[in-house]
């Protein structure tokens, strides 16, 4: 389902099927409250250990010379990583603490392993040296920071990562849980994100 259709489906509650453009949050605001409910159900499922794989999305990372390792998109989901190496070879993950221990086995002393540190990727052993792209799948907050995700496609129109059967319970939780809070804040009258009381707000002088 895409992104624009489910903003559709949460206006046309909200209307109850009345057709008007009187919507007190612009399109914007709403996509960027799907993601916020998205991220909810992704965290709820880590808990349960019921995480949907079809939340997760695919991408590639660069290796980054001036670091040593290959940035990560922002917004990860924590321990939310499924998936790293080629399109030929899945990596192993190994803990940093373990790395020490790990260069002495036998046979698999060569492969490639990888562990994670604050917002990269880093691998280790020989053979590691030439990949200089990963492609890795994980889980992320927000589904346009991931790299493929990074063209005009992904305005409105693109295909979201969010299974079908949890479309109910997604605008469920936005409609009835959080609504009277939505509904409060100012009117976007030109659906550009922002809302009338930001615009209004007298900008401030060095005086001030």
């Known amino acids: 389902m895409k992104l624009s259709e489910i903003v559709y489906n949460i206006k046309n509650l909200i209307s109850k099927g009345q057709s008007t453009d ?18 909810k159900l992704i965290r709820q499922g880590q808990q349960k250990g019921t995480l949907d794989e079809k939340f997760k999305q695919r991408t590639i990372i660069s290796f980054n010379p001036e670091t040593g390792a290959f940035d990560l998109p922002s917004d990860l989901v924590n ?22 221990y790990k260069k002495y086995a036998k046979v698999t002393s060569k492969w490639p392993r990888w562990y994670h540190v604050p917002k990269a990727i880093r ?40 299974p079908m059967n949890y479309v109910d319970a997604l605008l469920k939780m936005i409609t009835e849980s ?26 401030r002088t060095k005086k001030d």
């Not at 960027?32 to 998205?38: A, D, E, G, L, Q």
């Not at 200089?132 to 979201?160: H, Q, S, W």
């Not at 959080?178 to 922002?194: A, K, Q, Y």
Request: aromatic share 12%; glycine share 6%; with cysteine.
């Open 22 to 39: 009187d919507f007190v949050l612009s399109d914007r605001q709403w996509s960027f409250i799907v993601n916020y409910y998205r991220a």
């Open 79 to 100: 321990g939310g990583i499924t998936y790293v190496g080629t399109n030929e070879k899945q990596f192993t993950e190994v803990k940093f603490g373990a790395l020490q």
């Open 123 to 162: 691998l280790v052993n020989e053979n590691s040296r030439v990949v200089k792209k990963l492609r890795i799948e994980a889980f992320f907050e927000d589904p346009k920071t991931v790299e493929e995700c990074e063209n005009p496609k992904c305005g409105m129109d693109f295909e979201y990562p969010l």
């Open 178 to 203: 959080e609504l009277r809070l939505l509904l409060s804040i100012p009117t976007d009258t030109e659906n550009d994100g922002l809302n009338q009381l930001e615009k209004e707000q007298p900008k």
